[in-house]
């Protein structure tokens, strides 16, 4: 059985400080809902990350409140990669016939917290007993995968500029980007110290968001084909650029043979740049990129985060990966293949989504 | 949420106080923070062990970033540490001037405090290292 990606939507990804979790998830679904309501909904799947811990059985008070009308709702966590998981839930649900017509509804409110709540959030993802406890963060982790990375292929920290440079030009043509401007080297390289030797501009802005995908079992709306979903969770050593690329690899490798297609079908890719080096690391592991060259390879004309990536786009975590999705299916011709990888901050979890536009 | 309540601090006391990991009695593996299986041979027969307290810098950051109750700790050093017993952790790096720090450093443990909890709640003491003093 087939699985149509039929419609989705997207809201600008900023600090909504005028709009709540509620209007964010309104304003995704409105764009929607005239696909949703004229083939009828089976399920409602609520991916979301930060905005579960407060907010316990989400899904159930969204549908409530905007008025969704799903038989059944599922609420997804899972960090980063809480959509590539949504959208392997939904997938598998039409695959098996419990379900004919799916919708996914990312949302997050981040910035209703001081940025001092937010970075000690963002070591949720790691063990809270351990770095947890001792307020080590995701950036602290990236900041020591990136000296890794430099001191493996031998590349000073100025390689890493040519992909904020890259992304924030793209994102002057994204509509729903955070960041739509563009940036000098000079910019980045006197921007503010974060932990050595990331700079402002090695990170992802947290954004407040929400976005959304209909999937259906049926031909219809956008014409766009879920081929395949590829999956690979490591949660040991993750400071281990070798466990990054064998998580990411291995998810990218099973989502093609998945959809029986080859890597050189690709003809457009959008990672999970939650730091640069995570750019670099995600594009090596496809192999369609060398390995401590990948981000000098990455050309202005490259069919690569099209939007402007987590980078300047905007990372919106829980529904980051539906973002990805959007960004991707923009940019994707007829007849075009695209892979999506959506993983969790420092790639523990990789979900690989292929998509077709038919 | 952020900041952790007494009954898990208490439980991982072990863990904080004395860095006790488990070792896998099959294979050898030492596993820290401790886990229910050994991640090199699946084994399930593992004993406590206490990592040891020594060891050198392999790779280190200076963070700048601003966290809910770690006002006093920026700079942070944030570690790698090989330990003598070759167990690799991340620790914060304390006494010592961010500029000074260098990869294949000496550092011992120390019990320090992590967080406070208000004036009247729980101090969290946790271990962290500095260099070594020969």
């Given at each position: 059985?087939?699985?149509?990606?039929?419609?989705?939507?997207?809201?600008?990804a900023?600090?909504?400080?005028?709009?709540?979790?509620?209007?964010?998830?309104?304003?995704?679904?409105?764009?929607?809902?005239?696909?949703?309501?004229?083939?009828?909904?089976?399920?409602?799947?609520?991916?979301?990350?930060?905005?579960?811990?407060?907010?316990?059985?989400?899904?159930?008070?969204?549908?409530?409140?905007?008025?969704?009308?799903?038989?059944?709702?599922?609420?997804?966590?899972?960090?980063?990669?809480?959509?590539?998981?949504?959208?392997?839930?939904?997938?598998?649900?039409?695959?098996?016939?419990?379900?004919?017509?799916?919708?996914?509804?990312?949302?997050?409110?981040?910035?209703?917290?001081?940025?001092?709540?937010v970075?000690?959030?963002?070591?949720?993802?790691?063990?809270?007993?351990?770095?947890?406890?001792?307020?080590?963060?995701?950036?602290?982790?990236?900041?020591?995968?990136?000296?890794?990375?430099m001191?493996?292929?031998?590349?000073?920290?100025?390689?890493?500029?040519?992909?904020?440079?890259?992304?924030?030009?793209?994102?002057?043509?994204?509509?729903?980007?955070c960041?739509?401007?563009?940036?000098?080297?000079?910019?980045?390289?006197?921007?503010?110290?974060?932990?050595?030797?990331?700079k402002?501009?090695?990170?992802?802005?947290?954004?407040?968001?929400?976005?959304?995908?209909?999937?259906?079992?049926?031909?219809?709306?956008?014409?766009i084909?879920?081929?395949?979903?590829?999956?690979?969770?490591?949660?040991?050593?993750?400071?281990?650029?070798?466990?990054?690329?064998?998580?990411?690899?291995?998810?990218?490798?099973?989502?093609?043979?998945?959809?029986?297609?080859?890597?050189?079908?690709?003809?457009?890719?959008?990672?999970?740049?939650?730091?640069?080096?995570?750019?670099?690391?995600?594009?090596e592991?496809?192999?369609?990129?060398?390995?401590?060259?990948?981000l000098?390879?990455?050309e202005?004309?490259?069919?690569?985060?099209?939007?402007?990536?987590?980078?300047?786009?905007?990372?919106?975590?829980?529904?980051?990966?539906?973002?990805?999705?959007?960004?991707?299916?923009?940019?994707?011709?007829?007849?075009?293949?695209?892979?999506?990888?959506?993983?969790?901050?420092?790639?523990?979890?990789?979900?690989?989504?292929?998509?077709k536009?038919? | 949420?952020?900041?952790?309540?007494?009954?898990?601090?208490?439980?991982?006391?072990?863990?904080?106080?004395?860095?006790?990991?488990?070792?896998?009695?099959?294979?050898?593996?030492?596993?820290?923070?401790?886990?229910?299986?050994?991640?090199?041979?699946?084994?399930?027969?593992?004993?406590?062990?206490?990592?040891?307290?020594?060891?050198?810098?392999?790779?280190?950051?200076?963070s700048?970033?601003?966290?809910?109750?770690?006002?006093?700790?920026?700079?942070?050093?944030?570690?790698?540490?090989?330990?003598?017993?070759?167990?690799?952790?991340?620790?914060?790096?304390?006494?010592?001037?961010?500029?000074?720090?260098?990869?294949?450093?000496?550092?011992?443990?120390?019990?320090?405090?992590?967080?406070?909890?208000?004036?009247?709640?729980?101090?969290?003491?946790?271990?962290?290292?500095?260099?070594?003093?020969?």
């Open positions: 059985m087939k699985v149509y990606i039929s419609d989705y939507s997207a809201v600008k900023d600090r909504h400080y005028d709009k709540g979790i509620y209007d964010l998830a309104y304003e995704a679904y409105k764009q929607i809902s005239p696909s949703v309501e004229s083939k009828g909904l089976d399920t409602l799947i609520i991916s979301s990350s930060f905005s579960l811990h407060n907010n316990l059985n989400l899904g159930v008070k969204v549908a409530s409140k905007i008025g969704i009308p799903a038989k059944r709702i599922v609420n997804v966590e899972g960090g980063l990669s809480s959509s590539g998981q949504a959208l392997m839930v939904a997938e598998s649900m039409i695959k098996s016939g419990l379900a004919s017509s799916v919708l996914i509804l990312g949302v997050e409110k981040v910035n209703d917290n001081v940025s001092k709540k970075n000690r959030m963002l070591s949720y993802e790691l063990d809270s007993l351990y770095e947890g406890f001792y307020g080590v963060n995701s950036t602290e982790i990236a900041a020591l995968i990136h000296k890794s990375y001191r493996k292929y031998k590349v000073s920290k100025e390689y890493f500029y040519s992909w904020p440079l890259l992304m924030h030009a793209r994102a002057q043509s994204n509509p729903k980007a960041l739509p401007f563009k940036v000098t080297r000079e910019a980045i390289s006197s921007s503010q110290d974060i932990s050595s030797p990331l402002l501009f090695d990170l992802s802005p947290l954004c407040d968001g929400a976005a959304s995908a209909f999937l259906t079992s049926e031909f219809r709306g956008k014409g084909e879920l081929m395949s979903i590829g999956v690979t969770n490591y949660f040991d050593n993750y400071w281990d650029m070798e466990k990054i690329n064998y998580v990411v690899k291995s998810s990218f490798n099973q989502s093609l043979e998945n959809a029986k297609i080859s890597k050189e079908e690709v003809s457009l890719l959008e990672i999970t740049d939650s730091y640069s080096v995570m750019a670099a690391l995600e594009l592991a496809t192999g369609l990129y060398e390995q401590g060259k990948s000098e390879q990455v202005s004309n490259s069919k690569v985060n099209l939007g402007g990536g987590l980078k300047a786009r905007g990372n919106i975590m829980g529904a980051t990966g539906l973002y990805q999705l959007h960004d991707a299916l923009n940019g994707l011709n007829k007849g075009e293949i695209g892979v999506i990888i959506n993983t969790s901050l420092l790639a523990h979890t990789s979900y690989s989504i292929v998509v536009n038919e | 949420m952020s900041r952790l309540s007494v009954p898990p601090y208490w439980r991982e006391r072990g863990t904080y106080y004395r860095l006790e990991g488990v070792k896998c009695r099959k294979c050898g593996a030492i596993s820290f923070p401790r886990k229910y299986y050994c991640p090199s041979c699946n084994s399930r027969e593992l004993e406590g062990y206490e990592v040891s307290r020594e060891g050198r810098v392999i790779n280190f950051t200076v700048h970033q601003q966290k809910e109750g770690f006002d006093l700790s920026i700079p942070m050093i944030i570690a790698e540490i090989e330990l003598n017993d070759g167990v690799r952790i991340y620790a914060q790096l304390v006494d010592v001037d961010p500029y000074e720090v260098r990869e294949g450093m000496e550092v011992e443990a120390t019990l320090r405090r992590v967080e406070t909890d208000s004036h009247e709640g729980i101090i969290y003491y946790g271990t962290k290292f500095r260099p070594k003093i020969t």
